[in-house]
């Protein structure tokens, strides 16, 4: 079945670049998914990309792409305290309904 | 716009007592769908929702469970004779409907802890 796969933590310094990574096994998703989560809040859509896209560039947040290795990766430049959340990566599942299939999300520490 | 918005915020029950959850999608969304996450996991796959029509249900949406959408509006997850193995958080996220699979939004989440 469908799965998606992520690092359980990330620890960097305040201004420093974060690279967060996410592999999946399903590769008819359309759109491929960050969000955000900050304790006890639902899900913030961070960014996404079109699966025919390699890069996608949003302001601090790069989004690479590697579609022959299904591998979905999120840089963060100058990483600031508030950054510090869990994200998730998410694809759509291989059913009609839109679906979202996640990872088990890869908690961000920032240290000041 | 107000975004999803989800009723109650935190629900503590007592084992075998039903609850019920509502939520109220961005105006105009089509797709409604729920989504449950424990404690350390991504959120799960529930059920879904395009206008009133219930469209897929997940194996984890077990016969105590029920969904309603009955006027292609908000929704209702109700939980009969809760264990405690249904504490978690309910995710409600809403998107609307075009030629393909729309960015979902999600609401703040209801957390369920039953005792």
């Known amino acids: 079945g469908e799965d998606v796969e992520q690092s359980l933590f990330l620890s960097v310094r305040e201004g420093d670049s974060s690279v967060i990574n996410c592999t999946y096994t399903?590769?008819?998703?359309?759109?491929l998914y960050w969000y955000k989560q900050e304790p006890g809040a639902g899900l913030q859509l961070l960014t996404y990309i079109f699966s025919n896209m390699d890069m996608k560039q949003d302001q601090r947040l790069t989004v690479l792409l590697n579609k022959k290795d299904k591998h979905l990766s999120l840089r963060i430049a100058d990483t600031q305290t508030g950054d510090s959340a869990i994200y998730f990566c998410a694809v759509h599942g291989s059913s009609n309904t839109g679906k979202l299939i996640f990872g088990q999300g890869t908690t961000l520490q920032v240290k000041p | 716009d107000t975004g999803v918005s989800q009723d109650p915020r935190h629900k503590i029950t007592k084992r075998g007592q039903n609850v019920t959850f509502r939520c109220d999608p961005i105006s105009e969304h089509n797709r409604l769908y729920w989504y449950r996450q424990t404690l350390g996991q991504g959120p799960e796959f529930l059920t879904y929702f395009q206008n009133e029509a219930q469209l897929e249900k997940s194996r984890l949406l077990s016969d105590r469970f029920s969904a309603e959408r009955p006027k292609g509006s908000f929704s209702t997850l109700e939980i009969q004779r809760t264990e405690q193995g249904d504490s978690a958080m309910y995710l409600c996220?809403?998107?609307?409907?075009?030629?393909?699979?729309?960015?979902?939004?999600f609401g703040p989440g209801t957390r369920l802890l039953v005792l």
């Open positions: 996220a809403s998107s609307p409907m075009s030629g393909f699979w729309e960015t979902q939004y």
């Open positions: 399903d590769s008819s998703s359309t759109y």
